[in-house]
């Protein structure tokens, strides 16, 4: 069985996860820091990239810098934000609006 390298291991990761697989792409830099993985997704997909709160890209980071640990490489990962994606929302606009039909507290009897 052959390993995946850390480059490969992200787009197939990421290809999975994504709406758009065809558009994500990868490059893979190395300098005296250690190796940066630069990851460019489709505009629509970055939501499911970053995920709530971040846990998907925290997630994605862990799991390829145990890659790159195999490989006794130090692997970082930057998600380049394209042009079109929507940038973080304000907390109070992320939450869902109240629905006309949901029951009041009153009508709950708490």
């Not at 490059?27 to 995920?51: A, K, Q, S, W």
């Not at 930057?78 to 869902?96: D, F, L, N, Y």
Request: charged share 30%.
């Amino acid at each position: 069985m052959q390993l995946l390298s850390d480059q490969e291991f992200v787009e197939m990761l990421v290809r999975a996860i994504v709406a758009h697989p065809e558009s994500v792409r990868t490059e893979r830099t190395v300098d005296e820091r250690g190796v940066l993985i630069t990851l460019h997704v489709h505009p629509e997909d970055m939501g499911y990239v970053i995920g709530r709160e971040g846990q998907t890209a925290r997630a994605i980071r862990t799991l390829a810098k145990v890659v790159g640990a195999k490989n006794n490489a130090r692997v970082n990962l930057k998600i380049v934000e394209p042009e079109g994606s929507r940038g973080p929302r304000p907390r109070e606009m992320t939450q869902a609006p109240m629905r006309d039909d949901a029951p009041s507290i009153d009508d709950l009897g708490i």
